[in-house]
């Protein structure tokens, strides 16, 4: 049992070390003083994104609805989530959708900004920086809605354009085949501006030095851009992708307002089976548990991608 | 005191103490015990567009210390709406009243978010207002929003699915809407005589269309083709209701203490034969491709001429008025018939929170929006009809003088005049019940499943569904 002289000899001793007038005593002090900066942020994080998580680990062994107390039924929620096919279908969507739109947009991206860092009129640079810039900037959900009357079949402007060209009406949103082009489309053009402003970026850090050394060797045209400027852009290639393939994976706003996930469940993703579940179904521990399988997805691709950029991106 | 009694000095003593006492305290200030200030929370539609502030203001005008304040919740559907509210609670935010249609009610009380009114209501002095009210409302309304024998919803408004014609459109081919014992067969001739098709087969005007939810629908199809998507039984209960406000009423014979949908039948003949007659239509390019939303793009289609007929009830007067379209432009009919003519309709109000923070106040906002006071204030009903009054009155000539339609009898004759009428299968679990019928439906409308397959698979995905569902029926 500590007595009450030792409790205060023990504070007296902290106060000792952490005021000692030496260069440690000044360390220590900065040191605290630093951490009480942090904690706050450390506070945040801890109620705000670690807490969630891991009552989403716990609330994935519960059956509960929020209206009757919870009930504890181990992994059945998993076992569940196995064979439910929608759950299947529904992952099998997101990688779909996944591969094509982070493809799509760190191509078209890196294309764009490859022409318009040619520009060499100022303000042409400016306004297509902007241009392209500017969706990214749009709500999501006013982008989905306005999208959605463009891909419209039989009134959509796009399908009215394309007939004067003789093309036949498309079922953007309503035919298997062809919604989740359309739900990459919109996704896409929204977000494009995030890669071709990290692109523009990139290029502008490439030194000119070492595209003049190219050129010098006779690399020049696709050659030079192939062996030169792409791997010095290999840093920025691996970011777009690995925070795309992030985003894209838990996509929702797209297919839930364009499409509601049809049809059937053509356009139906991950995070739209978790919505449906937790919240129209109140079923809160298997969306949970969809949640958790989710995460982990998320955490293995972005290991695998972080682990294979070792072979491919290149540091100056 | 008799009058010739002759006044005692006590007798004038006494009267001058009083009289002096009166003197004294009418020179004091006057204090007078105000009640506490109460707030509910009501859910509502929009702020812009509240059309229940009418009803807060005559609550309010009863009532000054009671202000309310509006909890907003929008959605596409009626389950969006439903989702919204379980989150908020979730969330633990309180809510004092809210509004639930046929689609919620089972839902909302099955898992006792709502309050069972029947005690209030048979327990109100004011008997005189429930009984008018009642001899109002026809009792399928009320059944619908009853739940294992108690009341959760007075119902204020109900529409009906009916079917609307573009009267212009019928003209031009040589069609007059039909009268009210038309079939099935003649609805197939009049959507393809009014299809038109351009040289490369698009299709420019569509003879009939439909959006891809659980009220309307092809759901109409199912009903009188003979199927439903699960068995319809009757809760014991609601004697106090059918005995106390509708006695000698034959419309009363039968009811029960609300709906139990608890056996899916998804995949029975009928269903399937219902699926089929849609999806030829599609194929046939008589329906545009089927998508899911609120209808918007339906009224456009339909205002601009490029659509003849579709499923609707009296709210969609109001939203084609507001798309431009005059009185006589549209008309509508009761849905066909075919192996019967069984109507189906949905039914809304208002619900009071079991876990209120002012439940007598929140039940005064009830009781005052469903009374005729509220009726003749509410914006739902007059000029512009915005869905169909629940109470017979107010689903009058007058209420559709601006909008029409001309038929608008038709409203009221599903209930009145067809016993068998009933409402839309809504069981607590309406919410996952619902993406599996529009999932499977879609299914079938894309082409991507034959009828018969997306049934099938809708009727499995229900019988999971159902068997995950705890025990929400008293018997089972």
Redesign the interface.
């Known amino acids: 049992m500590t007595t009450a002289k030792g409790a205060a000899d023990s504070r007296g001793g902290f106060l000792h070390w952490l005021l000692q007038d030496t260069m440690d005593g000044l360390r220590r002090r900065r040191a605290i003083l630093g951490y009480l900066f942090l904690l706050p942020t450390l506070l945040g994080i801890f109620v705000f994104t670690a807490g969630p998580v891991f009552v989403s680990f716990g609330l994935s062994l519960f059956r509960w ?4 107390p919870p009930d504890y039924i181990e992994l059945a929620n998993y076992e569940r989530l196995i064979g439910d096919v929608r759950i299947a279908i529904s992952f099998g969507n997101t990688l779909k959708f996944t591969v094509l739109a982070v493809a799509t947009q760190v191509s078209i991206g890196l294309i764009l900004a490859l022409a318009v860092h040619r520009i060499s009129n100022t303000a042409m640079r400016y306004y297509f920086r902007t241009t392209f810039f500017l969706p990214l900037l749009m709500s999501g959900a006013a982008v989905a809605v306005v999208m959605g009357y463009i891909f ?4 959509g402007p796009l399908n009215y354009y394309l ?1 004067l060209m003789g093309v ?2 498309i ?1 953007w ?4 085949d062809w919604v989740m082009v359309t739900i990459v489309i919109t996704s896409a053009w929204r977000n494009l501006g995030f890669t071709f402003i990290l692109f523009i970026g990139g290029l502008s850090n490439i030194s000119q030095e070492v595209l003049d050394a190219a050129d010098v060797d006779g690399a020049q045209g696709f050659r030079r851009l192939w062996s030169v400027t792409i791997p010095l852009l290999s840093p920025q290639i691996l970011f777009a992708t690995v925070t795309g393939v992030i985003g894209a994976i838990q996509v929702f706003e797209e297919p839930f307002i364009m ?8 356009s ?1 993703t991950a995070v739209m089976v978790m919505y ?1 579940h937790a ?4 079923e ?1 521990g298997y969306g949970s548990a969809i949640a958790v399988v989710l995460f982990l997805v998320i955490m293995a691709f972005t290991a695998t991608q972080m682990w294979m950029s070792r072979r491919w991106v290149f540091y100056q | 005191m008799s009058a010739d009694k002759k006044m005692s000095r006590r007798d004038l003593l006494k009267l001058a103490g009083v009289g002096s006492a009166g003197l004294v305290m009418s020179g004091l200030p006057v204090t007078v015990v105000a009640q506490d200030a109460v707030t509910i929370k009501v859910q509502a539609h929009g702020l812009d567009d509240n059309q229940l502030l009418p009803i807060a203001d005559l609550l309010v005008a009863k009532h000054p210390h009671v202000s309310v304040d509006w909890v907003v919740l929008t959605g596409i559907d009626h ?2 709406v ?2 919204k509210i ?2 908020l ?2 969330a633990g935010e309180s809510i004092d009243v809210g509004y639930a249609a046929t689609e919620a009610t089972q839902l909302f009380a099955g ?3 709502a309050a069972p009114l029947d005690d209030r209501i048979t327990g109100d002095a004011d008997q005189d207002f429930w009984t008018d009210y009642f001899a109002d409302v026809h009792p399928s309304l009320v059944e619908a929003m009853m739940y294992e024998g108690s009341l959760y919803e007075p119902p204020r408004d109900f529409n009906a699915a009916n079917m609307y014609f573009n009267t212009n459109t019928l003209a031009e081919n040589g069609f007059d809407v039909p009268g009210p014992d038309w079939t099935k067969d003649d609805f197939v001739e009049i959507a393809r005589g009014i299809t038109k098709k351009d040289d ?1 087969g ?2 420019d005007v569509f003879g009939y269309a439909w959006i ?1 939810r659980l009220w309307g629908s092809w759901m109409p199809w199912i009903f009188v083709a003979g199927g439903n998507l699960y068995t319809e039984e009757r809760a014991p209960g609601g004697n106090w209701c059918w005995d106390g406000y509708y006695e000698g009423d034959p419309a009363v014979e039968g009811r029960g203490g609300g709906f139990r949908w608890r056996t899916p039948i998804a995949n029975s003949d009928e269903v399937v034969e219902a699926l089929q007659l849609v999806v030829d239509l599609w194929q046939e390019g008589v329906t ?5 939303g609120s209808g918007a ?1 339906l009224t ?2 339909y205002a601009t001429g ?1 659509l003849g007929m579709t499923p609707a009830g009296g709210f969609w007067a109001g939203r084609l008025k507001n798309e431009g379209m005059e009185k006589g432009d549209f008309d509508v009919q009761l849905w066909p018939a075919w192996r019967n003519q069984k109507h189906q309709f949905g039914t809304g109000g208002h619900w009071l929170a079991k876990g209120a923070k002012a439940p007598e106040e929140g039940w005064e906002f009830m009781k005052i929006e469903v009374s005729r006071e509220g009726f003749e204030a509410s914006p739902f009903f007059y000029p512009v009809i915005i869905t169909t009054s629940a109470r017979r009155s107010y689903s009058q000539a007058a209420n559709y003088e601006s909008t029409g339609p001309a038929n608008y009898e038709v409203f009221y004759d599903t209930l009145d005049k067809h016993p068998s009428t009933s409402p839309i299968p809504a069981p607590p ?1 309406a ?2 019940m619902t ?1 599996i019928f ?3 439906t ?2 079938a ?5 034959s009828p018969q397959d997306a049934l099938d698979q809708m009727q499995s995905e229900l019988e999971a569904l159902t068997a995950r569902q ?1 025990q929400y029926y008293a018997d089972n």
């Not at chain 2, 545009?288 to 899911?292: A, F, L, N, T």
Request: glycine letters at 12%; hydrophobic letters at 30%; zero cysteines.
């Open positions: 609805n929020i209206f009757r419209h079949k039989e009134f007939g036949q009406q079922p949103k309503t035919s298997a499409t509601r996930g049809g049809p059937g469940n053509a139906r449906e919240f129209k179904d109140i809160y | 389950e969006e439903a989702a379980l989150a609670v979730a898992q006792g978010l490369s698009n299709t891809n545009p491709d089927i998508e899911m793009t456009g289609f490029k679990w919410n996952p993406t529009t999932t499977g879609s299914n409308m894309s082409g991507a499943m705890p």
